[in-house]
């Protein structure tokens, strides 16, 4: 704006106020009728079908790997983008991996992941949520799509207690460190020798927790060897 003459100061500039800053608050939709993933297993298998321009096969009339791990990421990104009808502006709407999922889906959107105990015995969640390009071998990839179109692997709809219970048992498994190799192994201390100077410059040195073969034996041990060495020789 243009200067304004002020008899007492001067010219002054004047200038606009600043417009308060918008603040964007989470503000997503979920679709109120399908809270269970299960509910799109036919709209997932006429996804599946159309495409066609990622399906190979191998000389066994079996899907590829390039298919299998392509598959294994476009199916569960089409059940959340049917289940979320309105994502958060500026994120992209697809599905996670590993330690992402937790961030990028579960926490952002409310959507868990749950599989079925009765026919995947033994299994924990993160088997599901492994990289598809990582999965070793190729049958456990095509087994995991199976249990996407068959319905024993499914998204469904979480509280917010429910949410605050899995960080809580996130954090509890997090604080949990393996313990040391050497817990408990009390070393004792020596006087500083040439063999002893090679592990530290200290007056007193604890003993390694592994003694090399090359280390020197005291006076007294290497006399009473000696005198054991000749008399095994003069007994002969």
């Known amino acids: 704006m243009a200067p304004v003459l002020n008899p007492d100061i001067g010219l002054v500039r004047v200038t606009s106020p600043t417009p308060p800053l918008k603040v ?3 503000n997503f ?4 009728v399908v809270r269970d993933s299960r ?6 298998d006429k996804f599946l079908a159309q495409q066609k321009t990622i399906l190979q096969y191998n000389l066994n009339s079996d899907l590829h790997r390039d298919s299998v791990t392509s598959l294994l990421r476009q199916a569960p990104t089409h059940i959340l983008e049917v ?18 999922f937790h961030t990028k889906v579960r926490k952002r959107y409310l959507i868990d992941l749950k599989f079925s105990e009765k026919h995947w015995c033994g299994k924990k969640q993160d088997f599901f949520l492994r990289d598809p390009n990582k999965i070793r071998p190729l049958r456990e990839a095509r087994e995991i799509l199976d249990g996407w179109k068959a319905g024993t692997v499914w998204f469904e709809r979480i509280s917010a207690r429910e949410l605050s219970h899995i960080e809580t048992a996130r954090k509890r498994v997090a604080q949990v460190k393996p313990p040391r190799s050497d817990k408990g192994f009390c070393r004792e201390t020596r006087p500083l ?19 090399p073969d090359e280390v020197e034996m ?3 041990e290497k006399a009473a060897a ?10 002969d």
């Not at 289940?83 to 992402?100: G, I, R």
């Not at 000696?226 to 007994?235: F, H, L, M, P, W």
Request: hydrophobic share 40%; net charge negative.
């Open 193 to 211: 020798t040439a063999v002893a100077a090679k592990w530290g410059r200290w007056r007193v040195r604890k003993t390694p927790k592994y003694v």
């Open 39 to 44: 509910a799109l297993l036919v709209d997932l």
């Open 24 to 26: 964007l608050r989470p």
């Open 226 to 235: 000696e005198e054991r060495v000749d008399e095994i020789e003069e007994s």
């Open 83 to 100: 289940m979320v009808t309105d994502p958060l502006p500026h994120h992209e709407l697809k599905m996670a991996f590993n330690n992402a």
């Open 29 to 32: 939709k979920l679709d109120p």
């Open 218 to 220: 005291e006076e007294p």
